[in-house]
């Protein structure tokens, strides 16, 4: 039994496997047939062998039905792999069809073993629920290779994961509960190009909880050894490749603060949702980030309130450390003064105005630079909040706004043109998501900010005309959920 609950079967992935059997597809689901519930979730990976002939009418049929290609980490690329993911609106992530044309195995940062089983594979194919399935016996000996393959390797064993895992252990136990003995030693005479029996049995008791370290590791060098004629490079030179690659990838996890994961291969997108305070843009994000990120590389972006830099955090710090001795940092000059009669309320700007202003300018410029690389890099970027030039106030230059009707100083003149210039390199994104709500509706949902500035922006986002922009605009008075999903499915159509 699964080790977690098993959602509904996923439409598409039914849609899928039915069009495979109409279009007379040579495939099999070639391991962890164990699970082929949540498989049939979409909770789990589609790990489909599918014949090199069938390729051509594999991809038209994967295209038919909104499958979008990513590559994977470079550290995690295989020979003969390829990987797809499809949309389905009732499941909670993507549908992960994983295409293998040949059984590339191995550890999981270099599968640089072949196991020349492919026609066998297929040819034993038979019906199990919805899938195609292999012989039980070939899928015993394809996993006890695997593992061994796996778990021992030197850095494995020193690591402390040269021993299966419990959901591992339990696969292993049940292939054999479904296997014939006999017929897995016929099959493995009849191939003893892969390993022979004895050998099998030996690789087979190496994976046993009680077994030694050094057991487990000489059965994966026989292993390695014996493949080595199907393998792209020598035993010695995949072991480098995976010591090489653990560490870039350790080093991009530790950097980004997560996991490296899949690029769609039609390049990346920077997706912008701006709304007034109290539209659910931050729920929306949410939503759609849990939706991609556990397949895709996503970045997670605010450009309304970007992080402080070193800079920000020194010019500001420094003009607060001023205000609190005393000493009010204006310069020798005032930066600038009302050219009419003042009244209550409208002195000329200090210079910690703005400053603040054209720090925070800066700051969304470094985030901008960051979001475009990362977008040019293939990765999917949700932004909250995003400067318009020409649309909106709220996220564009502010320091000449506050210098109107004043006479500027040099300093205050400066700050102005730094802070223009910051906001020039901003293009539109390539999807901007509109959340339109009633101002009434928006100071409910946000009855612990400013009213008067809740106000004003909901009125500012309902008082532009966004026809002429390309931007999708919701109305964002609806639920949660069902904004969500129209964002999803504009997304997908774009990736």
Known sequence: MPDEPVGHPSSLVLDLLRALAADDISYCQWKSTIDLARATSGQSDLDLLVSRADQPALLELLGRLGFREADPPPEKAAA?????????????????????????????????FRLPLEQEFLGSARQSGHFQVPAPELELVAYVIRMVLKRGTLDSILRGRGRLTKREARELAWLESEADPDQVRQLLNDRDAVVDFQSFSRCRESLRPESAPRTLWQCGRDVRDRLAGRSPRSPQSDAGLRLARIVRYRARTASRGKAPRHTPVGGGLVVALVGSDGSGKSTALQAIEDWLAPDLDVLRAHLGRPPWSRTTVFVRGGLKAGRMAGRPFRGPAPLASRSGPTSAGSSAPTLTELARFACTARDRNLVYRDITTAAARGRIVLCDRYPLAGLMRMDGPQVGRLLEGTRAGPLARFIRRREEHYYEPFVAPDLLFVLQIDEDVARNRKPEDDPERVTRRSREILGIDWSETGAIVLDASRPAAEIAGEIKQRIWREI
């Open 80 to 112: 003969g792999t390829r990987s797809f993911f499809g949309y389905d609106p009732a499941a909670p992530r993507l549908i992960h069809a994983h295409v293998h044309y040949l059984l590339m195995v191995g550890h999981d940062l270099s599968k640089g």
